[in-house]
């Protein structure tokens, strides 16, 4: 099936912000200085349809650090460049039903990250990335990341600044990681990079149009720009549904039908196969993680717009 007309999805997307915009639950991340200030106001919403129709509504303009969500799409690009088996053989793909930065990630499987969407499995897998120096394998995520959303994507600095000197958990994992022969590379550098990749600033409609460059087959609807295969959009998608959310993707699943990657800062991207990606930002939490009002209009819009991937109708 297609998305409903251009008209009746506007309209579902102004509702979706307008019926969750005062809704004030969650909290905004404290654990990380540098993103402890969010406005809890802010509240965004973007959707772009895979041939490039955009409907963007509140502070769907206003650029955040993508955090988890960085996740996603390094996995994809990774899988694309080294190949499905090989990552499979380093990082697997099951929910670890704990928090995301818990090193159960690691120790409940004998070593083997089973979770790529969760910081043990993240960093080993961006310790896959590919390249001939430390500057080669960052530039590897950068230009990817980029081609994702089809424009240039920045670090900010001072949210990298503020995660790096606060890392000690991140590098701890990637030293068990290599204890474990998990890592490939050196960890200060690939924790460097994670936390790089995590700061970088998108906003709503960035995710959106990196969610439905996944929808679309790998192509950016923007840009026209293939950025990865058919197979690759597949397989990160299959990974989504059942580790996206952290410790809640079974009921994420349950509730929206669709799968999706949040971060701490506050973003979500939620894909529809074929169809389009939904990209939302506000800053306030639920105890997981993931954004409370993202969550809300992203359900209410998943219903109303048929992006359930299980619904028979
Ligand atoms: N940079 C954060 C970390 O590594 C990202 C975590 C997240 O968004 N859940 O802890």
Redesign the pocket.
């Known amino acids: 099936g297609h998305l409903p007309g251009r008209d009746v999805v506007g309209e579902a997307v102004q509702r979706a912000h307008e019926d969750f915009r005062l809704l004030d639950e969650g909290e905004v991340i404290q ?2 200085p540098a993103l402890a200030d969010a406005d809890p106001d802010l509240f965004g919403v973007a959707l772009v349809h895979v041939d490039g129709t955009e409907h963007t509504v509140g502070d769907s303009g206003h650029r955040f650090t993508i ?3 960085s996740k996603a799409f390094v996995y994809a690009l990774v899988c694309q460049e080294i190949g499905h088996d090989a990552v499979l053989a380093k990082v697997g793909v099951d929910n670890t039903g704990v928090p ?2 818990s090193v159960l990630a690691i120790e409940h499987n004998e070593g083997h990250p089973m979770n790529p969407m ?2 043990a499995g ?1 960093i080993a897998t961006t310790g896959l990335v590919p390249g001939a120096s430390r500057d080669g394998r960052w530039g590897f995520v950068l230009d990817g990341l980029s081609r994702f959303a089809g424009r240039d994507l920045e670090v900010d600095e001072d949210v990298f600044a503020s ?1 790096s000197k606060e890392n000690e ?2 590098l701890g994992l990637a030293h068990l990681l290599q204890g474990h022969d998990r890592l490939s590379g050196d960890p200060a550098e690939v924790v460097d990079t ?2 790089r990749q ?2 970088l600033l998108v906003d709503a409609r960035d995710l959106a149009v990196m969610g439905a460059t996944l929808a679309g087959g790998g192509v950016n609807p923007v840009t026209g720009v293939q950025v990865v295969d058919p197979s690759i959009c597949r397989d990160t998608l299959s990974v989504l549904a059942s580790t996206g959310m ?1 410790e809640r993707s079974g009921e994420w699943l349950f509730e929206v039908g669709a799968p999706a990657k ?4 506050g973003g979500i991207v939620t894909v529809s196969p074929g169809k389009g990606a939904i990209g939302t930002y506000s800053p306030l939490l639920d105890d997981a ?1 993931n954004s409370v009002r993202g969550r809300r209009a992203t359900a209410q819009l998943a219903r109303e717009l048929g992006l359930d991937v299980f619904a028979s109708l």
């Open positions: 654990d990380v955090q988890s969500i995301f930065d969760v910081n993240a995660e958990r991140n994670y936390t995590c700061a952290y949040s971060g701490i800062s993680g």
